[in-house]
């Protein structure tokens, strides 16, 4: 993330503002981009960037957003009022929220690190950046660099 000194670097909300949400960027862990089946469907986008920051630097703002529990062990926010997608949070990940880099108020700002489960990615999807990319969620190396582990 970059870390310029504009107010609104740190800031996002929804598609009608009702949830917006503040977080430290300097608490910010990864960003990156998402393939899996998962994201695809809860946002209906063919990949989803994202990016973690630790729960004690991140708050709500405005309206609080409803959650979906969209497995066994995590769970998804969005605003009731228009539907966006706002966040995730795993119960495996506990230190921290995901949230949606183009909600971001200043998404330009946003710098990717990583592709995650580029297994799944959709084949008219074509990645052609130089992102390490992993075919699951970040175990395995996807063959195309390999070379890079
Ligand atoms: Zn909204
Ligand atoms: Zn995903």
Redesign the pocket.
């Known amino acids: 993330m970059n870390q310029r000194d504009r107010k609104s670097a740190n800031t996002g909300?929804?598609?009608?503002?009702?949830?917006r949400y503040r977080f430290d960027p300097s608490a910010v862990l990864w960003c990156g981009y998402c393939h899996c089946e998962t994201c695809r469907r809860a946002s209906s986008a063919p990949v989803v960037a994202w990016f973690a920051v630790r729960n004690s630097a991140w708050r709500w703002e405005g309206?609080p957003p409803e959650s979906y529990r969209s497995s066994d062990h995590a769970e998804r926010y969005?605003?009731?009022?228009?539907?966006?997608q706002?966040g995730y949070r795993s119960d495996r990940l506990p230190e921290e929220i995901h949230g949606l880099a183009a909600s971001l108020d200043t998404p330009d700002e946003f710098t990717p690190q990583v592709h995650y489960f580029t297994g799944k990615a959709l084949p008219w999807c074509h990645i052609s950046d130089s992102l390490h990319r992993y075919t699951d969620g970040g175990k395995t190396p996807d063959g195309s660099n390999a070379k890079r582990d």
């Open positions: 909300r929804c598609l009608c503002g009702a949830v309206k969005f605003c009731a009022e228009c539907g966006s706002m």
